[in-house]
């Protein structure tokens, strides 16, 4: 399914070579696949190439929103270190290095998608989200020089090993995807409410048991150390490169700092998609990063999730993916950014699709391949084509 998206997307790049006339760090290139590395995945050959120079450089005379110039401190270091790794021991360009990272990546996200997803509605619901993910508004990022795949494959693994109580485990894979997107605050935070029940729910377990045949240490150990363990784990990652970006920087607050004056990218508690919501129903295009067709593709992905929400709270699935869902989703719509991103920050809110996939396995097998392999096609366009070159991925 996703490589028949891919091809479409090549496709339309080839058919139409509007790629050839732009900037090779903006959506251009000499071939398709150059399209590929091209806006964020231009940063991270960057840093896989020469590493990593924190600093808060002003841009000379600017006044206004934009008053730092672009830096590599604002991308997260594993998938680009990752991408060194690959080129080191294959001898592939980075780009190639990348391509191989993000797509062996995406196959370990939709089997953690489907395992979260059959856990919860049984395998062929799994099987379900897995396609739909693949089919996903934002899903063109996925087979790219971008690190969403890799992060979504992170978390849903971290969900998967909290729904089965391997407390290390998540918590170790929560530090990576903390090395990997600043979502994870969202993951780490999961993680945490998981942890916190789960000890919770064994003192009071502790207290119904009275004399119990299990030694007390094995219950503290496997039901409170581990947990609590995981918790300290899991922020690791994310705390430690903002420190070190903020100490390189010289300012703690760096990173924040950079995000906002150098990219325009800020929380503000939901004003800017409330205003992008605001003038699109009135056909307006007056706000911040105005990509009109991208824009109508992310404000239709928004209504989807909003929808699929309150579905997924009827099926009482595990708290860890409602609470990873919910903040994601909180990060996403209550940030300032160029609002057709959002489709491609939603991605790891993969929980969402579990409300359709569970409706989709009462589908017969022919009907359900049907159904996907349209999305599929059409996904070249709206979640390839318009991302990266009709609008900003």
């Known amino acids: 399914m996703k490589l028949v998206g891919f ?64 830096n590599s401190a604002a991308f997260f270091p594993l998938y680009p270190a990752l991408m060194r790794l690959v080129s080191s021991c294959t001898g592939l360009g980075l780009l190639g290095a990348g391509m191989v990272v993000s797509v062996a990546a995406s196959f370990v996200a939709v089997l953690g998608i489907h395992a979260v997803t059959a856990r919860v509605s049984g395998r062929r619901a799994g099987l379900a989200a897995a396609g739909l993910w693949a089919v996903w508004p934002g899903s063109g990022v996925e087979w790219s020089g ?101 100490h390189r920087m010289g300012d703690y607050g760096g990173y924040f700092t950079l995000q906002d004056k150098a990219w325009g990218h800020s929380f503000d508690g939901g004003r800017h998609t409330v205003k992008v919501f605001t003038s699109l129903m009135v056909g307006h295009y007056d706000y911040l990063y105005a990509f009109p067709h991208e824009d109508v593709i992310a404000a239709g992905t928004v209504l989807l999730a909003l929808i699929a ?55 017969g097998t022919p009907v359900l391949c049907a159904v996907l392999a349209v999305a599929a096609l059409a996904s070249g366009s709206y979640a390839g084509y318009v991302l990266f070159e009709v609008g900003v991925p």
């Open 7 to 70: 091809c479409v997307f090549m496709y339309l790049l080839d058919s139409s070579g509007d790629f050839r006339r732009k900037n090779p760090r903006f959506g251009g290139g000499a071939h398709v696949w150059d399209v590929l590395a091209t806006w964020d995945g231009w940063w991270y050959q960057q840093i896989a190439a020469h590493g990593y120079h924190p600093a808060l450089v002003p841009v000379p005379g600017a006044t206004g929103l934009i008053t730092l110039e672009g």
């Open 146 to 246: 971008y690190s969403e795949s890799l992060y979504v494959a992170l978390a849903a693994w971290a969900c998967h090993s909290v729904m089965r109580r391997n407390w290390l485990t998540a918590g170790l894979l929560t530090c990576a995807a903390g090395l990997t997107r600043p979502t994870a605050t969202a993951l780490i935070a999961a993680l945490a409410v998981a942890a916190l029940v789960e000890v919770v729910r064994h003192r009071r377990a502790s207290r119904r048991w009275g004399d119990s045949p299990v030694p007390e240490g094995a219950r503290r150990r496997d039901a409170v150390v581990r947990p609590v363990a995981a918790v300290m784990i899991a922020p690791l990652g994310l705390a430690g490169y903002l420190g070190w970006v903020g």
């Open 309 to 363: 929400l309150p579905l997924l709270f009827r099926l009482r699935p595990p708290l860890v993916l409602t609470v990873s869902t919910l903040l994601t989703m909180a990060l996403v719509l209550g940030s300032q950014q160029i609002f057709g991103n959002v489709s491609r920050y939603l991605l790891p809110a993969f929980p969402l699709l579990i409300p359709c996939a569970t409706a989709m396995r009462r589908i």
